[in-house]
């Protein structure tokens, strides 16, 4: 049996508990925070959620593990077959984490957590959102899904990344990410209206207070 580590409120952690729920695979989970303790570090070397833990070892990054859960439960798909589809579908999971996640995440500070990110930041942020969003919206499908006609990996990294990232960008600088891709919009209300989808959100919002705890007895 699978163990997932991590916890409900975090979006690396829920697409992984989306792929698995959307493949209907069985796991465990271990609710963790992440950390720098000696054990944790043995399943996960840079301390970050998810980990996967499978009966040969445990496995970090999000994308290698959805990558990894296709290849062992195959059906229903979250990759096409041919592999020039197949790389397009990687393509878009790595330019929504790279030009969307990444930036977005310098703000959560501000946003999620009530501290202070520099103006500086602020500034490179909302050029690296802008570039992301429009560069996405050069190569994405959006009909009705990012990647065509078919739910893929991609759908799920653009679900949990734009989300966050257009909170940001509607806090941080009062612009509407979504707008900038044509088809965002409808493809992000067509994803959240996934019975998987909404699960997950009630279990995200239902962590939030023992995650709001944890993040007090930080400081
Ligand atoms: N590249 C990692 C990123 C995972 C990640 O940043 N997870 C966050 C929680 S949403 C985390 O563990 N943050 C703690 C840290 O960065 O030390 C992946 O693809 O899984």
Redesign the pocket.
Known sequence: MLTLH??D?????NMIKLALAYKDVEYTKNTVY?N?SSDFLRL?P?????ALETHQGTL??????LEYLEETFPLPALYPAEPFAKSKVKELVKMC?LYLELPA?RCHPEVFFGQVVSDATKKEVKRALYKGMEGLARTAKFSPYIAGSEFSAADIMFLYSADLASVVAKKCFDFDLLALAPGAHELMALLTENPHVQKIAEERKAGNIAFKEYIASLS
């Open positions: 991590g916890f409120v975090s979006n690396y952690f992440p720098q996960s840079m301390g970050k959620v998810p970090c990054e999000t994308n290698v593990i984490e995440r």
